[in-house]
Structures are given as C-alpha cells and as structure tokens.
C-alpha cells in the first residue's frame, strides 16, 4: 500500500488510501487540498456502504462531518482534481475536468475492487471556470437518493458514502445552504478524460491513460491481440448493459455529454435526472435540454454517439495506419447495437415474467409499450401491476384499471397468457419473479423535490430519511410503503429537473 510518493500509507487512517491515479503524470490532474468548510455538521452516513467498503462505521461516521466536509484532511490521502474534456449538448469543450470536485483517493474493497473516494462541492479548482466550486444542499441530496435507489435496483452506479451541511450560503437562483456528498465510484475516469489529452494531440498521454484503464478495470484485455481494441470493446458493452437497465426502469440521465459517461460502464453525475411516472417515449426533464437531446427514447443512441468519441481518441493504438485503424474501429462500434438489442429483448422478457426465448417476444413487448404510451399510463405501476392480472378478477382490475383502453390492453393480455403457457411454470412463480424484477419503489420526482424543499426551507431531514428508507427496499410490498409507490397527483407533478450548479 502506497502513496503518490511510493511511500507507505499508514493503516491507522480513517480509510486505506492505496492512490493509483496520483502517481499518474501532473498533467492528469491538479493537486489542491479542498476547501475548509466553517460549520460541517452531517446529514447522512451510508453504514452499510461503509462496511461494503471495509472500513469501520463508527470510526469513519464519527469523523466524517470534518473530513467528509474537506475540514479535515485524512491521513494518507493524496486530494486532485481531475482533467478532463467534453460534448456538452454536441459541443466540444476541451478543458472541463473537476470543478467543484476532489478526489480525496483510493481504497481497495475487501472483494479486491479499487474505489475512489470523492468530495462533491468541496470547492473552487483550476477548473471551476466561473464557478463557485461549491454544491447546494439540494443536488447533494437528489445524487445520495438517486444513486443509493440505483444501487438497490441492481444498476451500476456511483454511490453516496455521506451528506454533510457546510455551514455556508451559496448563491444560485436564491440563497441555498451548501452541502458535501462523498461519492464513491470504481472509477472517474470518462470517455472526456480520453478527449481531454486528444484536443491536445498527446497520443503518450492516451496510451498511459488506457494502459491504466486496461490494468484497473479490464485486465482481460491484456491478453488480446490488440488490448486497446478490446478495451474500447469492454467499454461498448459496458455501455450498451447500462442504458439497457436505464430504460428498464423509467431512468432519464438528463446529461449524457462525454465528461459523464463512464469508461466502467456506471451512472455517474447525477444531475437534471429523473424517472418518468407517465409513460412517454419523447420524454425530457432536464431545463436545460431545449431540443430534447438526451430524451428517454434517445438514450441508446446518445450512448453509441459517446462511444464513437472514445474510438476516435484510441485511433493511433489500433494500428499504424489510419484506414486500418478506422476499420478496426468501426468493426467493434458496430457490435453495439447488436449487444444493445440482445441485453434489452432478454430484460424486457424478464419484466414480462418470459424466461424462454420466442421470435414473437419483441412484438408483444413493443404492444406493450404502445398501449402505455397511447394511455399514458405510469411505468413502474405498469409493470408492477401487471403480474397482478394473473390473479383474480379483483387483482387483474388493479392492473386494466390503469389504461383507458380496456377493450385493446385485455386483447393483450389474452395474447401474453398464451405466451405464459410455453414457460411451463406456475403463475404464482411467474408472478414472484415478476415482483422481484419490476420495482414498486422508484425515487418519484415529487417526493425527491419534496424531501428537498424541506431541507432547504427549513432545514428538515425527516421526508429524507423516510425516502431513503423506502427506496432501499424497491421490491417490497409493504403496507407501509403505499405512500412511496404512488403516482404524483396532478399537483405534484414535476416537469424539470435542474442541475444545481
């Protein structure tokens, strides 16, 4: 275990720091300690992910207001903030990186997995531009339930390790109290990151920075006949299985520029971002997506988009000469889609309670979501409900009540029993399966916005706390859960989302 200096790192820290990124060259990033926060006081400590971790709870928990706020810096940590570009919107910037974070550094799970440990809204960076480096308290928030409900569902994801009250105003549209989440991620390197060393035509720096990525997250590419190729085909796939589990649950990132993409293939900034309650295939929450880049439906493509942005940038490791080299590169682009449709059709039949493979399964999954989108019906319930139509009539009506069109959702419903019958399974384990796939506990924009208006006005915590009890039980059918599981009434719709910075 070692420092950026190669020195030891003394086990007595509140966490192992072992900070692999740091002994990268300068260029990569900027050393800069995180601003000193004047009243930290803590909101929020995840114990579980904390034990996941390896660390000791109490330990970490007890000390985590200052060193979790950036007031105090823990021993063995080496603070950067990271470099990096971007496609904002379709827009190429070739300086973004961390402008209002800082990794602290690295620890090693105990399953052997490499984690970063990052304060959020630590403070102004060389790369703030015009920022305040600061976060209010409301995206802080939104980022620790949205992730932590992400975990829970099983997508990949960047997760929230604490919450901390800064003691400090920040000014955004109003005065807003500020906030420092501790994100924990198994990487922050993004396909921005690659962008970042190719607007400046540093091919050594792509190379040490793939050779990085290739050691710590997909060694297996070592042993290819090109490993760079198949880096870029271990992050294809890593893409395509992410959006796929997105647009499985209603998720809309509302951001996917290249500086958020992943390069593991995990949700990471959280921002405008939402779940559809209405189901609407156009559907667009962020207010600052005008002409609806990043909607729902577009999601898939966006990625692929992205993903021709890294191959771009790993061009001169394909081979010497460019056409062989744009060959290479558009042979592995063009599996995405192929793998894109593959993870999308076999979770979509799972949804749907189908275990076996049939050429009509596409079909009757696309009839589906025709009739919730032509009834506007709401996504996690229609899902949710649905293996309630193999009960009784009185279950089954839970289910039909939830579309106008009854006539043509109950000739459906003849056509997806039929298919049932070929799984030669019981209903009552069909519809098991089906409770432990479609969640009944989504983050619902208008309790999120709620939980954060109380925060913010009033510097109360409890709709927080009982929202992130709720949702980390997403599968639950508990009495007690029915306020959690419900659509917003008319007045709680929520129509934007907004990014906080």
Known sequence: MTSETGTAASPSGVFPFDNSYARLPDGFFARLDPARMPEP??????????????LDPERVETQSARILSGAELPEGASPIAMAYAGHQFGNFVPQLGDGRAILLGEIVDPTGVRRDI???GSGQTPFSRMGDGRAAIGPVLREYIVSEAMNALGVPTTRSLAAVKTGETVLRERPLPGAVLTRVGRSHVRVGTFQYFAARRDGDAIRILADYVIDRHYPAAKEAANPYVALLEGVIKAQ???????????????????????ITGDTIDYGPCAFMDTYHPGKVFSSIDHM????????????????????????????????????????????????????WL??????????????????????????????QTDFTLSFRHLSKALGDDIDSNDFKALFRSRSKIEQWLDTWK?????????????AIDMDQTNPAVIPRNHLVEQAIADAEDNMDFARFHA??????????????MEHFTKPPGREEVVYQTFCGT
């Open 118 to 120: 990052q304060l959020k």
């Open 418 to 430: 039929s298919r049932l019958k070929l799984e030669e399974r019981s209903t009552s384990d069909i």
């Open 292 to 343: 609806g880049r990043y909607a729902y439906s577009n999601q898939p493509g966006i990625a692929h988009w992205n993903l021709y942005r890294l191959a771009e940038t790993l061009l001169h490791l394909f081979a010497d000469e460019q056409d062989a080299a744009i060959a290479a590169a558009e042979t592995v682009l063009s599996k995405y889609q192929e793998q894109y449709d593959a993870a």
């Open 346 to 375: 076999a979770g979509m039949r799972k949804k749907l309670g189908l275990t076996l493979e049939d050429p009509n399964d596409k079909a009757l999954i696309e009839g589906f979501l025709e009739l919730m989108s032509i009834d």
């Open 41 to 54: 006081e803590l909101i929020a400590f995840n114990t579980d992910l904390a034990t996941e971790l390896g």
């Open 467 to 480: 929202l992130m009890a709720a949702i980390r039980a997403p599968f639950s059918n508990a009495k007690n």
């Open 240 to 262: 395509a299985e992410l959006v796929v589990r997105w647009m499985q649950i209603g998720f809309i990132h509302g951001v996917m520029n290249t500086d958020n993409a992943s």
